[in-house]
């Protein structure tokens, strides 16, 4: 199947999932992970309306955003050096992969230079992987905090990435987790942090993250394919 039939039928699923969670289907932002995907395919997906792009490589991102524009948004979910952060302020709408006290001081600084807000999202390790960043659910709540008076970064919410599962209702337990710390910081009420946005779910399991909540599903191989292995 090509690009466009893909992205219809995902955006019936994603539908689906959100009316059976009691929401309108607009609630849910769908996002194309185009890491190695070729341009033709890409603007296929722009052409098919996805409402963001998703970049792992601040490289690559530099130079799509040169040829494709700025018509729709352009988000960062890789994880970002902080040596790279001047570049995303520049690039991205939103970053989704804020896990550090150091990186959002860095953002924070370099967004105020360039005169701008930066819509951010905590990565949250919500698995508690070892080897994945994301800050650990326990110390989300603190590092809420401790960014929240930085006044060009603009918490907007969430993100997570669960271990890979073949059966996705394992991963359903960690987008609950996510929602619920979300609740729990909306709850706190942190003056300036809003808690509006739940990036989760992956092509494996976004109807389950769809059903626990999510707001932005970022979809890279059921839009594209497999990709290649490198
Ligand atoms: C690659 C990637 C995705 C998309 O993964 P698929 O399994 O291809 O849908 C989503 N989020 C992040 C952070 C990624 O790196």
Do not use: C
């Not at 807000?117 to 905590?122: A, D, P, Q």
């Not at 729990?184 to 059903?211: H, N, T």
């Amino acid at each position: 199947m090509g690009v466009t039939e893909n992205i219809r039928k995902i955006r019936e699923e994603i539908a689906e999932a959100a009316t059976r969670n009691g929401r309108q289907p607009s609630s849910v932002r769908l996002m194309a992970v185009t890491k190695t995907v070729d341009d033709a395919r890409i603007i296929e997906s722009i052409k098919a309306g996805v409402d963001i792009i998703g970049e792992n490589y601040i490289q690559e991102a530099r130079r799509k955003i040169e040829t494709f524009g700025k018509s729709m948004e352009w988000h960062m979910i890789g994880h970002l050096q902080t040596n790279k952060a001047r570049y995303a302020v520049n690039l991205f709408t939103m970053v989704h992969s804020v896990d550090r006290m150091e990186l959002a001081v860095e953002l924070n600084r370099r967004a105020d230079a360039a005169g701008l807000t930066m819509k951010i999202l905590i990565e949250v390790n919500a698995a508690g992987e070892t080897t994945k960043s994301g800050t650990d659910a326990a110390d989300a709540i603190a590092l809420v905090r401790a960014i929240a008076p930085m006044p060009n970064l603009s918490i907007q919410g969430l993100m997570t990435m669960p271990p890979f599962f073949d059966d996705p209702e394992e991963a359903r337990p960690f987008f609950r987790k996510l929602r619920a710390l979300r609740d729990e910081i909306e709850a706190v009420g942190i003056p300036g942090v809003e808690m509006k946005e739940l990036s989760m779910g992956m092509s494996g399991d976004y109807i389950a993250a769809v059903e626990e909540g999510a707001t932005i599903v970022r979809l890279g191989r059921s839009i594209f394919g497999e990709r290649p292995v490198r």
